[in-house]
């Protein structure tokens, strides 16, 4: 197929999802959504944001780019579209973000046949919600001092230890799972399992409350936990690379197998709204030149990393393989960070006014919304690590002591 013919397909399948997006746009949630999948608290939310991402699936929005084998569509490069166009109409988001953005790309580079048939399609569609069980109280920014066990009986792995900080546990069915397989190599001697966890025998799943009061974040115990060693994906001693697979996924080195909601665009709209609605000193804060050359610099911003993003997919101008997705990694949770802190200074003394609070400005959005950035800034890697990782590896800087 020519790059012509290529494009008027991308054409076409962008103009599908916005009319199919303009035409299924969900009823209102029963009760108030999250900020971010990661803080889905209750039945009715999941039950609602389940439902959601099915119907995407089932138009061709969620696993466009994955082969029709395992349950994709099969269209390669449109899930980009998807997902662009997805994050423009400021739709809920897809609830199965683990499932999407790190379960599915890693099974599909390191999956046997069987396992990617067996797992993929729960993950696109989100019957199957999943989990990852890589941070442990003595495992996050150095991940490869795992002390979670796994250890071979016969056709089955007898895992024990204690994950951390698991978003989504309390709901998960499976988990991506970092172990340890033997002591005598801190990186060579980690396994990684694709684990049952709900109902699964020795597995307890402690939920644990954020600042933002919320929860979503859960400790998950594993005691003589039985996992067959169908599920290992990869071989033994193998599990390092494979996690590093789930990392670049996870800092978002590929399109993964579908999002929604909460992009650049959408935030800007907001911060437009409140200024709109905003007043101050006897004048609207949109009419305020400080706060629109405020708002104009993070829409620069906005816009830098929807560039970058076009950039990722130009292997000329990828000089290393990291950079870009630990760059949007970094400046994406920066820029979600600054966005939050201009919503509160724009809201004024209004921002003490918490969600439950009807004079609370857009619900009381913008403190939640604060709180909840620094969340992104450690999570996937802490930016101090990003930085580091940045100036060591990929600009060859001295390494620091
Ligand atoms: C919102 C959120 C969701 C998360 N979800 C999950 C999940 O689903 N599954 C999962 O497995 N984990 C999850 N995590 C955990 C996350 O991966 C870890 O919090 C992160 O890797 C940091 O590890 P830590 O919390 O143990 O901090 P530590 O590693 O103890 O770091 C503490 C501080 O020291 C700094 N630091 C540490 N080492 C260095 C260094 N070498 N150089 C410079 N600074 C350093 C860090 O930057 C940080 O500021 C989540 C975290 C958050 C915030």
Avoid at 130 to 159: H, K, M, Y
Avoid at 270 to 283: E, F, M, V, Y
């Amino acid at each position: 197929m020519s790059s012509a013919d290529l494009s008027l397909e991308h054409h076409e399948f962008g103009e599908y999802v916005r009319r199919w997006l303009a035409e299924n746009a969900p009823p209102p949630p029963p009760e108030r959504l999250p900020i971010t999948p990661i803080e889905v608290m209750t039945i009715g939310q999941r039950d609602y944001l389940q439902a959601w991402q099915r119907k995407c699936y089932d138009a061709g929005l969620v696993g466009a780019d994955y082969p029709k084998d395992y349950g994709g569509h099969g269209n390669i490069g449109f899930q980009r579209i998807a997902n662009q166009e997805m994050n423009r109409a400021g739709v809920p988001f897809l609830i199965n973000i683990v499932g999407l953005s790190m379960a599915a790309p890693t099974i599909l580079q390191h999956g046997t046949e069987e396992q990617k048939r067996k797992f993929i399609p729960g993950c696109l569609s989100g019957e199957e919600i999943w989990c990852q069980g890589f941070s442990e109280p003595g495992a996050g920014s150095d991940l490869a001092n795992q002390r979670t066990s796994a250890v071979r009986l016969g056709d089955e792995w007898i895992v024990n230890g204690h994950k951390v900080w698991t978003s989504l546990g309390h709901f998960a069915k499976w988990m991506i799972l970092v172990t340890r397989t033997s002591k005598d190599d801190k990186y060579n001697g980690l396994t990684y399992f694709l684990c049952p966890i709900e109902g699964h025998p020795g597995v307890t799943v402690r939920p644990l409350v954020k600042i933002t009061g919320e929860t979503g974040f859960n400790e998950v115990f594993f005691q003589d936990v039985r996992i067959p060693d169908a599920y290992r994906l990869d071989d033994v001693g193998k599990g390092w690379a494979v996690a590093m697979t789930t990392l670049l996924a996870e800092r978002g080195a590929s399109e993964g197998a579908g999002s929604g909601g909460g992009g650049g665009e959408s935030a800007i709209r907001d911060l437009i709204a409140l200024a709109r609605g905003t007043w101050r000193n006897g004048l609207l804060a949109a009419d305020d030149p400080v706060t629109r050359d405020a708002i104009m610099k993070r829409a620069i911003v906005a816009e830098g990393l929807r560039q970058n993003a076009k950039r990722a997919r130009v292997p000329a101008l990828c000089d290393h393989p990291m950079r870009l997705p630990l760059q949007q990694k970094l400046t994406g949770s920066e820029f979600q960070q600054d966005n939050a802190r201009l919503g509160v200074e724009i809201a004024g003394a209004h921002s003490t006014l918490y969600k439950r609070d009807p004079r609370a400005p857009q619900a009381g959005h913008w403190p939640l919304a604060f709180l909840n950035s620094y969340g992104n800034t450690i999570a996937a890697g802490t930016n101090e690590i990003q930085r580091n990782i940045l100036g060591e590896r990929v600009l060859g800087l001295p390494k620091s002591k």
